[in-house]
């Protein structure tokens, strides 16, 4: 029997679908795409290249002919699966099951030209059972969902190619427009917008600790002041977020600091009498199964992952055969996924736990399209984290997965909601609690909140039993201060949500489009926060004005429902290219003739209301322009400054700080120049003697590490940090460097081209070699080094400042261990043998040894070998 080719994207998918397949089929992987349009004018075939369009990579005049061309880093793929082909009788093509997969198979089709027979496999996870039926019930390619793709590629080329070059002559050279990326980046702006005008309110209240009698565990509670004087007090929401008062038509009782302490004093002493008491029970039902989009956001809440390490990290678990698809926007689960997740939950919580019958989702997401089962564990038997061979981020994701789905089998939560209203005087108290009368789905899930103060359904906040008319103690009473929060910043959990309810991109694109605006420099990341930038503000304001469509919302999930229509056959994908790019109203036509209306002073500028000077995009960055008696002066903007926060004050401090050039921090004394502390577009920096005009080598500079501030900067820390990288010593086993310095990603420690990142509380200027080797073997192990389990040969006692004094089991020895302090035991001592005076003088020792001279100790043994 001849054999079989296999064509899948990854050599990991390659890998596990060659598990259950017979020996006489084949399997390669593609390693993703192998053509596409090209990505640069050396890409363009030389026949190509003096046609009009050849730039552009479509056709237009030829009915949107695609120029599909094969890179450089893909010929070698394309021959040698050329190659396996040659001496195949069948080709199957096992890409992914949604649009972008059926896209790579046709690809691959066009490309390898094959006279064998043609089949195309489809499944949604990597097990025995789903390969097999797969194979039995092969298909042809879905040319509609090809065309589907295709348009999209297209699309996304047109806007870009074509609105791109303007944004470069009126704002900036290499700044991108995107038909879904600049809706998204406009998304981002008007929440900044927002923040900028957001004013302020302020107002107190009262909050009491109050105590049943009598004082026992349990018995305390807290209320808040509801009214006074028969008026409600105000809250948060009663206030007007563009003025900062009382919004019109409220009728409460504001209360400032001196009529709240006035109150405190007035009711302290009165008698608490309980005058409500209500109660109800409520249910929670669980929440349904994982789709791209949910899981996304969970992570984010939970893990702390980005769009994209979550979609790479649930890419990982499927190809290995551990989840099903991850690109989907179904709740669906399949009846043996139902049946096995009952199964598990019985067996582990009991019958008591799983819900009445099995609960069947449906999915809320307008066409609903990609995979069509949610994302769940693969196979049926709903494996549990802890018996697969996952560690890490890995087991942590596939854990996610797996609660979730098999709580989603499981039973109501049942809670007791309980009121209670307090009166002393004429004010009334009011607190509230929760019991949970049955966890139900609680046990195993519970779903995060993007709002951090915001208290999990399955925390309990009990109230004592009390009753109408029975009198509490107050234990305290304070009067408490509050302002209101401008409306909070997107995250990328939150971002994904707001473009998956507006329809904007669909479960394969989330993940790309909130990278790409981060790596274009339409947004940066502070904390979990997407703030954008000024060339954000500026760019969304031109298309805001001359190019609305394509920034609005409604515009672009109807593109969105178009390109479904394709996928499903309802449209034709080239009917809809001419009436989006061709004709009066086509984009093409728009460019050429709102060009001339755009002026690129106007488009460079972006409006701030309240600030007076003047913000623009110049070549190099965002920069503040502000005319002082007839004399114009300029300052960068740092490009991590959020556009909410800059005011009068921030920009007079920036002018200041150009005029009044770089603070001096001292000498440098083995070079004896001036080391300069400096403020430039990135932040802070230090800097070794002046800049000189006439060489051509430029000082040496340090940026501040993360947590430093200029104010607190020393000499000391300057010289370390230029002194940054360092040599701490040779590697014991390979007599190779050991250094550490900062990069792109932060600190690290590196020895042979192994990289290994500083995470606090090590710090790269004064990490020792030591420290270096246990996280360069922890690296080695997999994560299972000297750092990750350490085996304890002796205690050797407490040290005097705190902290246990250990001998410890290393990759390269016994060595003592306190604290971030680690010595090696010299080799003819024993580790048993080691006394807690002898590691206390080792550590004092190695406390003391200033660390220039273990640098320079380190220089002499590498220069003497």
């Given at each position: 029997m001849g054999k079989k080719l296999v064509i899948v994207e990854s050599p990991t998918k390659a890998k596990t679908i060659g598990k259950f397949l017979p020996k006489e089929y084949l399997v390669k992987a593609s390693m993703g795409h192998v053509r596409d349009l090209p990505a640069s004018a050396a890409e363009i075939p030389e026949k190509e290249k003096n046609k009009p369009w050849a730039r552009l990579g479509v056709n237009v005049e030829a009915d949107f002919e695609p120029l599909y061309v094969i890179p450089e880093?893909?010929?070698?793929?394309?021959?040698?699966?050329?190659?396996?082909?040659?001496?195949?009788?069948?080709?199957?093509?096992?890409?992914?099951?949604?649009?972008?997969?059926?896209?790579?198979?046709?690809?691959?089709?066009?490309?390898?030209?094959?006279?064998?027979?043609?089949?195309?496999?489809?499944?949604?996870?990597?097990?025995?059972?789903?390969?097999?039926?797969?194979?039995?019930?092969?298909?042809?390619?879905?040319?509609?969902?090809?065309?589907?793709?295709?348009?999209?590629?297209?699309?996304?080329?047109?806007?870009?190619?074509?609105v791109s070059p303007l944004l470069w002559r009126k704002i900036a050279p290499r700044?991108?427009?995107?038909?879904?990326?600049?809706?998204?980046?406009?998304?981002?702006?008007?929440?900044?917008?927002?923040?900028?005008?957001?004013?302020?309110?302020?107002?107190?209240?009262?909050?009491?600790?109050?105590?049943?009698?009598?004082?026992?565990?349990?018995?305390?509670?807290?209320?808040?002041?509801?009214?006074?004087?028969?008026?409600?007090?105000?809250?948060?929401?009663?206030?007007?977020?563009?003025?900062?008062?009382?919004?019109?038509g409220k009728d409460v009782l504001l209360l400032n600091q001196q009529e709240a302490e006035a109150l405190r004093t007035r009711l302290l002493n009165g008698e608490w009498t309980v005058v409500e008491v209500e109660e109800k029970d409520a249910t929670r039902a669980p929440y349904a199964p994982f789709t791209t989009s949910t899981l996304q956001q969970e992570a984010n809440r939970k893990l702390g992952l980005s769009a994209r390490e979550t979609m790479r990290i649930a890419q990982n678990l499927y190809e290995n055969g551990y989840i099903t698809y991850m690109r989907t926007d179904s709740v669906h689960l399949s009846d043996e996924a139902i049946h096995a997740a009952r199964r598990r939950i019985r067996e582990m919580y009991g019958e008591e736990y799983l819900s009445p019958s099995p609960r069947r989702y449906q999915t809320k997401t307008a066409n609903a399209q990609e995979a069509h089962e949610a994302i769940r564990p693969a196979g049926d038997q709903m494996i549990p984290p802890d018996s697969l061979p996952l560690e890490g981020r890995e087991k942590a994701l596939y854990e996610l997965i797996w609660k979730r789905t098999i709580a989603s089998q499981m039973a109501n939560a049942r809670l007791k909601l309980r009121t209670v209203t307090v009166a002393v005087d004429d004010a009334l108290f009011r607190a509230s609690g929760r019991t949970i009368l049955f966890p139900g789905f609680f046990r195993a899930y519970v779903e995060g909140s993007d709002d951090p103060d915001a208290a999990l359904e399955s925390q309990e906040q009990p109230l004592p039993a009390l009753s109408v008319g029975e009198v509490v103690d107050c234990r305290d009473l304070e009067a408490i201060g509050h302002e209101t929060q401008p409306p909070p910043r997107y995250t990328e959990a939150t971002l994904v949500k707001a473009l998956e309810a507006e329809g904007i991109g669909r479960p394969s694109t989330y993940a790309t489009i909130i990278d790409t605006i981060l790596q274009r420099g339409y947004a940066f990341k502070q904390r979990k926060e997407l703030v954008p930038t000024f060339t954000a503000f500026a760019v969304t304001a031109l298309l805001e004005k001359h190019f609305q469509e394509?920034?609005?919302?409604?515009?672009?999930?109807?593109?969105?429902?178009?390109?479904?229509?394709?996928?499903?056959?309802?449209?034709?994908?080239?009917?809809?290219?001419?009436?989006f790019y061709l004709g009066e109203s086509g984009l093409e036509h728009q460019v050429k003739s709102r060009e001339a209306?755009?002026?690129?002073?106007?488009?460079?500028?972006?409006?701030?209301?309240?600030?007076?000077?003047?913000?623009?995009?110049?070549q190099y960055g965002p920069f503040v322009v502000r005319e002082d008696n007839g004399e114009r002066r300029t300052a960068g903007l740092p490009p991590t400054l959020p556009p909410a926060d800059l005011t009068d004050e921030l920009v007079e401090e920036l002018l200041n700080k150009k005029v009044e050039g770089p603070q001096v921090l001292g000498v440098d004394p083995e070079s004896g120049l001036p080391v300069l502390l400096k403020t430039g577009p990135y932040g802070p920096y230090v800097q070794l003697g002046e800049d000189d005009p006439n060489s051509k080598t430029k000082p040496k500079r340090a940026?501040?590490?993360?947590?430093?501030?200029?104010?607190?900067?020393?000499?000391?820390?300057?010289?370390?940090?230029?002194?940054?990288?360092?040599?701490?010593?040779?590697?014991?086993?390979?007599g190779k460097p050991v250094q550490a310095g900062v990069g792109r990603f932060g600190p690290y420690v590196v020895h042979d081209g192994v990289y290994v990142n500083l995470r606090p509380p090590d710090s790269v200027l004064d990490i020792d070699l030591d420290r270096a080797l246990e996280l360069l073997a922890t690296k080695a192990n997999g994560g299972k080094g000297r750092g990750a389990s350490k085996t304890v040969l002796k205690e050797l006692g407490e040290h005097p400042e705190g902290g246990a004094v250990q001998v410890l089991e290393g990759r390269y020895g016994p060595y003592v261990s306190w604290k971030k302090v680690n010595i090696t035991i010299p080799k003819e001592m024993q580790p048993t043998d080691v006394t807690l005076e002898q590691a206390l003088a080792w550590i004092a020792e190695k406390q003391t040894k200033p660390k220039t001279a273990r640098k320079r100790a380190a220089k002499s043994t590498k220069t003497a070998a």
């Open positions: 880093s893909k010929r070698k793929v394309v021959a040698e699966l050329k190659a396996a082909l040659k001496d195949a009788e069948e080709l199957i093509l096992a890409t992914d099951e949604d649009r972008e997969g059926e896209s790579i198979g046709w690809h691959l089709r066009e490309v390898l030209k094959p006279k064998q027979p043609v089949r195309r496999m489809v499944f949604h996870e990597i097990t025995r059972e789903a390969i097999e039926q797969a194979l039995r019930e092969t298909r042809d390619l879905d040319l509609d969902l090809v065309h589907a793709q295709e348009t999209r590629r297209i699309l996304d080329r047109l806007v870009g190619y074509t700044l991108s427009a995107g038909r879904v990326q600049s809706v998204a980046v406009r998304l981002l702006v008007q929440r900044e917008r927002d923040r900028r005008a957001f004013v302020p309110g302020r107002y107190w209240d009262l909050r009491a600790l109050l105590n049943k009698r009598p004082d026992q565990p349990g018995h305390r509670f807290e209320a808040t002041l509801v009214s006074a004087g028969g008026k409600r007090i105000a809250t948060g929401r009663d206030f007007d977020e563009h003025t900062g008062q009382i919004a019109a394509l920034v609005d919302l409604k515009f672009t999930a109807n593109m969105e429902q178009r390109l479904d229509d394709i996928a499903t056959g309802a449209a034709d994908h080239l009917a809809y290219l001419r009436e209306a755009i002026d690129p002073r106007e488009a460079s500028t972006v409006a701030l209301e309240d600030l007076h000077a003047e913000v623009r995009i110049g940026s501040l590490l993360k947590g430093m501030t200029p104010e607190e900067l020393t000499i000391e820390t300057a010289l370390a940090l230029l002194s940054l990288p360092r040599t701490l010593g040779e590697h014991p086993e390979t």
